[in-house]
């Protein structure tokens, strides 16, 4: 048994939660120990649980801590898991589904660093939102997510439809489109992703490609259109990942996506202090799903498949 430091029970409306191993090191270049991160956990829920509510989550566990080769997925809820756990069972993985803060801090505990959530609730069979997944070959190239951000930033504008945009807290930006809820299918939603990847490829096709295959893209940027689709996931905004920089998928402002972005400027300790002073980009998300006006806009892109 460790130390008392090291143990506590606490209790989180109404649920007793076990943390453990408090004073373990999970990023030790830059000290961060896991009371350190359950404390982060503990302040960012506000801001980053609403994206968490009612989804099948797959976790990433790293048990000896960051930037090890032992961190594994998890999709099945654990048959250690307290009872207060819900879970959403779809097709024969019994998911998790984190919409409290007491499931929250244990999965914390669980040394889940890395929250992937799809794109759907658990109530609903289409897309809650559409989200573009930009993605360089690698943090050198990351001018190339910026640029591809901004085009895509142009063409939305054009359209009037509300946009946000975060780090992926590796090497890539994510732009999300809120869109309401039960109205659309992944099938439509392509349409649209699949539209504004050809426009940016036209656009600049030594920069930009949709080609699946890694050893065929070059040195461009990769469109990820496949990914937004039933089953697949992202990261969760807020979440931390498990490189050894700590480096969070950080919701940014749009006038923040300049030349001099860069996604080491925001680690762990940076997060809750920049959520204080600034606010948080995402704050409005779930507001502008009832307003987004992507039903013209899609009307429009079936007329012209149509007409092709």
């Avoid at 009371?35 to 980053?48: E, K, R």
């Avoid at 951000?149 to 780090?167: G, P, R």
């Avoid at 656009?203 to 893209?217: A, D, G």
Wanted: charged fraction near 25%; hydrophobic fraction near 40%; glycine fraction near 4%.
């Amino acid at each position: 048994m460790g130390s008392k430091e090291e143990q506590r029970t606490v209790l989180i409306n109404d649920k007793k939660v076990n943390l453990t191993s408090l004073d373990k090191p999970l990023w030790p270049d830059k000290k961060i120990s896991k009371a350190n991160y359950l404390q982060y956990l503990n302040d960012v829920a506000p801001n980053m649980l609403p994206f968490l509510k009612d989804r099948a989550l797959t976790v990433i566990r790293f048990p000896h801590g960051a930037g090890k080769s032992e961190s594994f997925f998890q999709k099945n809820c654990p048959d250690y898991a307290p009872d207060f756990i819900q879970t959403a069972t779809i097709g024969d993985i019994h998911y998790i589904v984190c919409s409290d803060m007491a499931t929250f801090i244990w999965l914390g505990n669980q040394l889940a660093f890395e929250f992937h959530v799809p794109f759907q609730t658990i109530n609903i069979d289409g897309p809650s939102e559409i989200v573009f997944d930009l993605d360089p070959p690698s943090r050198d190239e990351f001018s190339l997510a910026i640029k591809a951000a901004l085009f895509i930033k142009e063409v939305l504008d054009k359209l009037h439809l509300v946009s946000f945009i975060k780090t992926s807290g590796n090497k890539g930006l994510q732009i999300y489109i809120p869109l309401p809820d039960n109205q659309f299918s992944f099938e439509e939603t392509r349409v649209f992703t699949s539209f504004v990847a050809e426009y940016l490829i036209e656009k600049e096709p030594t920069l930009f490609t949709t080609e699946r295959l890694k050893k065929n893209r070059g040195n461009k940027l990769y469109l990820d259109v496949v990914q937004h689709a039933e089953g697949k996931t992202i990261i969760a905004p807020y979440s931390v990942r498990g490189n050894v920089e700590a480096l969070v998928a950080t919701p940014l402002f749009w006038n923040e996506v300049q030349p001099s972005l860069r996604p080491e400027q925001f680690p762990l300790e940076t997060i809750i202090p920049r959520i204080e002073s600034r606010g948080c980009p995402f704050s409005t998300f779930f507001e502008t799903k009832k307003i987004q006006p992507f039903v013209p806009v899609l009307k429009g892109l079936m007329q012209q498949k149509k007409g092709s």
